[in-house]
């Protein structure tokens, strides 16, 4: 499941781009690292996706570079939470006559210990294949409120689920933690399919029936799978544990305790990553001087610190966070007032990603703006115009075929181009190498919108 929007690590997770596909922890992805855990795993099918339709190159780009074939990417034309999320995929499970065991897993969760993440598996199996519904509870580690909890009952490997508990407050939390009979509530789950749309059948029967009517006129596109948007829409918004887990009797949980972290935040992000003598994470161009417990982050510019403690700090090209680490839960009220003012920075990062590749603002002013385009080898972009601007190209790496009216012709390093506006045209890279250039932007209006495509091959 790749379909959430990770408000709360903003400003490195943006709406067009959030944390599943970024490389918070380590040098891949998240949603890379959740299919790399995969392997050593034994027979398993090639992993579906369920995405926002937004993110379909992300996801696609992001598994081609690590080598991974999914079976499918499923297009969800809007959120409406993770219930008919996993109905989407058990469906598209089942269509052919099959009924596979489901893991579900988060596209954005970290667990250190793969060895011990693949015995929890191999221990839920053995309960998925009688009809259990198995969620996995994680050891918790301490009194955290940001989770909901799991109530089990006795047992060494699967228990049964007592119940479901919202998050608590600290008091609550402590409680549970000393009871020992309380779990984290991952979100990750093992069930055979049909199981499953049984249960949802029999409590969410509106999910079930609304995700039906969409897989029923779904169409490939490329990679992607497209669904029914109007039909997928009559879904209730709801989460898989207040439509079937909190209501069924095939409940069972697993205990797993392999260093898991759904990173929901920048002090889950610091909990996880290795610290310094001081108990500080420095990503990038940092230096600190009598700084302790803190998060500190640079992408652009040199971050200096000194004198704080328990503190993050996230730079970006173009937004700083600072922030007290006991209150980066409320990081997510900025972006409220991001979206509420319109203002880009809660969507789009400096680089922007599109399936040819990607474009980076420099500088921008009163009738120009200046960008660095790569495309990716093999690639173009759409076939368009622009009705109030006018481009200038600078190859500066590799080889570009632009067509520019009726002619096609082929740009090199350190040489240039002039398309006019209102003339139809296109960019191209032939070559096996990054193509990068510099393009200026002069006109009466500059905003993303005013592109007029006539053909593309990415369907926008």
């Known amino acids: 499941m790749s379909g959430g929007s ?18 918070l922890v380590n040098e891949t992805t998240m949603i890379q690292d959740t299919a790399a855990r995969l392997a050593g795993l034994g027979s398993l099918a090639e992993p579906l996706v369920i995405c926002n339709e937004s993110h379909r190159f992300l996801v696609a780009e992001q598994f081609r570079a690590e080598g991974y074939k999914p079976s499918g990417i499923i297009l969800e034309p809007a959120g409406r ?8 995929a ?3 499970a089942v269509k052919d ?107 969410q029967p509106e999910v079930l029936n609304a995700c039906r009517q969409a897989l029923a006129s779904e169409h490939p596109d490329l990679d992607f799978i497209r669904l029914d948007e109007e039909a997928f829409k009559q879904s209730p ?29 920048w002090s889950s992000l610091w909990d996880v990553s290795p610290k310094d003598a001081a108990g500080n994470v420095c990503r990038g161009d940092v230096l600190t001087h009598e700084v302790s417990d803190s998060y500190l982050s640079s992408t652009d510019r ?49 680089c922007v990603y599109r399936p040819w590749g990607s474009y980076e603002s420099i500088d921008q002013g009163e009738r120009f703006q200046v960008k660095h385009i790569r495309v990716k080898p093999g690639e173009q972009l759409s076939l368009q115009k622009h009705h109030h601007r006018a481009e200038h190209w600078i190859v500066v790496n590799g080889t570009a075929r632009v067509t520019c009216g009726a002619k096609t012709f082929l740009v090199s390093e350190n040489q240039s181009t002039y398309i006019p506006i209102g003339e139809v045209h296109r960019l191209e890279n032939p070559g096996k ?14 905003g993303e919108d005013d592109i007029v495509r006539l053909e593309d091959r990415y369907g926008r």
């Open 6 to 23: 990770g408000t709360r690590l903003w400003p490195a997770s943006r709406g067009h781009c959030p944390k599943q596909f970024l490389p």
């Open 97 to 203: 006559g099959n009924d596979p065991l489901l893991l579900v897993l988060a596209a954005d969760h970290v667990i250190q210990d793969h060895e011990i993440f693949h015995r929890a598996v191999d221990q839920a199996r053995l309960a998925a294949v009688a009809g259990g519904l198995v969620t996995f509870g994680i050891v918790p580690a301490h009194p955290e409120t940001g989770y909901g909890y799991i109530k089990a009952g006795e047992g060494e490997v699967s228990r049964e689920v007592k119940a479901f508990v919202e998050k608590p407050d600290r008091a609550t939390a402590q409680s549970y933690l000393d009871a020992g009979c309380y779990f984290w509530n991952s979100g990750m789950f093992l069930f055979r399919a049909s199981v499953y749309l049984e249960e949802l059948q029999k409590f």
């Open 81 to 88: 939470n993770t219930a008919p999320a996993v109905a989407l």
């Open 90 to 92: 058990a469906l598209h």
């Open 302 to 350: 040199l971050v200096a610190a000194v004198g704080v403690d328990s503190l993050v700090v996230v730079e970006t090209a173009d937004a700083l966070l600072v922030a007290a680490k006991d209150r980066v839960q409320d990081v997510k009220a900025i972006v409220s007032q991001l979206k509420q003012q319109q203002r880009p920075e809660a969507t789009d990062q400096k």
């Open 237 to 265: 918004d709801i989460s898989i544990d207040y439509a079937v887990m909190e209501k069924t009797d095939r409940a069972v949980m697993v205990p797993l305790d392999a260093g898991w972290s759904d990173v929901g935040s």
């Open 433 to 446: 190498i990054p193509l990068d250039l510099i393009e200026v932007q002069t006109g009466s209006y500059l």
